[in-house]
């Protein structure tokens, strides 16, 4: 769908003018010494502590970023965070699937949970889709751009992407939205938080729907009219206090996604037919026309916490997460209960504990018996020094993991050390250092596929083993001021073992056969320089953040090949908030981000090809007004360059170079 140039004229223009009405609008003059609250962060060491405090090189997305720009989705507000690559495709996933690299690892080497407990999606092999949190729900996002399989276990190896929803509030808040766009777009949304008479309870609760008739595409041809959409969410959170120096916490995040979708080249469940080799491996029949598929995510969890005594504090986690994709004929489940302690010596902050992890994955052309059992325990040490200007992390864990399926390998114990470090020789200077081990281990599917995949097959392999990646990074963060920062950073990752697929000798039917196989080792190393600028009282305040990311690989034989490899990322963000009358604000937002060097590697009928993606140039703009006294309006145009798109997740995307507008409204009560 076309924006016209009279619609795209008229909006870049009173964002033009109102930003420099914004910043002369009040006589007084900006004060220098007001800033972000400061933010809080857990993921880093599995302990409520302020970032400033925090040894591992890491970044938080706090509710105030997200509202600064009127995000509707969660990726809206990533793509500008520096070093974090976000991309999408339309092969067997969902329209809307949004994944993220961080600092040039393939996103299917991060872990990302919701408030510490893992989330899954379609797509076992290309990482999470970050969308499937809707972003009025979210209180602040923790990255962890390090290798942390020493406190997360298997997927770790490039960092972790935490998901922390809003609590309950101490007075009742409700808040209305509602909003329409391109694409016959429309959503609506419900949210209520609150908290009990007696104080011990609160909770939070959303609801929302979407519906969407779909981006318009160039490529692939099979999606091309069909990628419309309807995503109905609800999460709950509830907090609880029973007694003094107890904390129980329980959530609820269930999802249904209904997407258009044809079966052509893509297997259904329920016929078992002789493959062309007369083996016995199971074989499905295809379907062409389109229609509705629906996914389904269901996800609840606790966590609970009580301090023993000052010395002392127990903390139990257990959550259960199912994933069922009639698209990708998926079903993902995880199921985890986690028991540890804390002691509080002097200078010390040990954690003891343990963890059990079970996943269960099917697959058209994988049986259906086959899954994993995962036996962890660690323990981590994080020592504060020198009049706490030395915090050091020092963590070790080890997973043992079973496989129940025929011939299967089980891998373990497998050992994850890593040590991080936080120096501030002067209060304006903090330096980081950061050494791990992180591993990924072999999913079922790696282990045991048989299928037949667009002109070739495609076999597991019951005996792989882990992957593996040293990881060192450094970090470099000056604050000369409370208002300003700048940060230089680098990484360095040694990958072994690395799970290739490759072609064999032997061929099913004529067909090139391909198999995976732990032969890879590689580089993938870089760095991020980016910075900060926070001015403003409480009448006028501007936000500018900014960056470039790059990203390289490399192997002793030139043969790494990564599924993805996000190449040079830049990115930018503007924010003016002005007082317009009394209690009443206006916000101007301006945002670009870009990537050249992208880069992906595809199996055909001839070998393996890489693949170059196009470069990315992406300018949007947004104004967002309180009208009344708990009413917000705000409109927002994306892609104003009227750029073409290209993105890769399992199939390459090609995104038309139209402008996309948006358009709501907010109520709160």
Known sequence: MKVSARVLFGFCAAVVCFLPCLVFSQQEKPESNILELEKKIVSATRHESSLKKTPSISHVVTRDDIEKINALKTSDVLQYVSGVNIESGTGSGGPYKKNISVSGMPNYYNVVMVNGM????????????????????????EIIKDASSALYGSDALGGVINIITRKGTAKQKTMLGGGTGTYS????????????????????????YQRSDGADILAPKHRIGHLDYRKTSGLARLDFYPIEDMTVSGYLNFLTDDAEF???????????????????????????????????MFMPGLNASYMINDMITAHLQAYYTHWDAEISTELDELASPRLSFDFRLPGNLVTVGTEYLWRNYF???????????????????????????????????????????????????????????????????????????????????????????FGSYRLGNAELGPEYSTNIAASCRLEPHRFWYT????????????????????????????KRFNMEEGFIYGGELHGGLRLGNKHLSGTWDGGIALSYQSS??????????????????????????????ATAFIGYNGATGREYWKTTETGININTIENLHNLNVGLSFELLEKAEVFGKLSNILMREHESYEDVLMKIEGDMVWEAGVRIKI
């Open 118 to 141: 893992r989330i899954r999606s379609s797509h076992i092999q290309t990482g999470v889709n970050i969308d499937l949190i809707p972003v009025a729900s979210i209180e602040r996002i």
């Open 363 to 453: 697959r058209g052309g994988m049986p259906d018996t086959a899954d994993q059992y995962t036996v962890s325990g660690f323990v981590q040490d994080q020592l504060t020094l020198l009049d706490s200007s030395l915090i050091a992390l020092i963590a070790l864990r080890t997973d043992y993991v079973a496989n129940t399926g025929n011939d299967a390998v089980n891998n373990g114990p497998v050992f994850s050390p890593k040590l991080s470090v936080l120096y501030r020789p002067v209060n304006l200077l903090a330096l980081r250092l950061s050494a791990g081990r992180g591993f990924k281990a072999p999913t079922v599917q790696e282990l045991y596929e048989h299928r037949y995949h």
């Open 556 to 585: 002793e034989d030139d043969s790494l090949n990564t599924l993805y490899h996000p190449g040079i990322n830049f990115s930018s963000s503007l924010t003016i908030r002005s007082q317009i009358m009394h209690d009443r604000y």
């Open 262 to 296: 044809s079966d052509a080249k893509l297997t259904t469940r329920d016929t078992t037919l002789v493959a062309p080799d007369s083996s016995t491996s199971t074989w499905y029949q295809v379907e062409n026309e389109y229609e509705m598929k629906t996914a389904l």
């Open 185 to 208: 777009s429309y959503n609506g949304e419900v949210m209520s938080r609150g908290s009990s008479k007696s104080g011990k309870t609160a909770y939070s609760v959303y609801a929302g």
């Open 487 to 514: 940060e230089l950073s680098g990484y360095f990752n040694m990958l072994d073992d690395m799970i290739v697929v490759v072609p064999i000798e032997e061929q099913i039917d004529n067909k090139v056969t391909y």
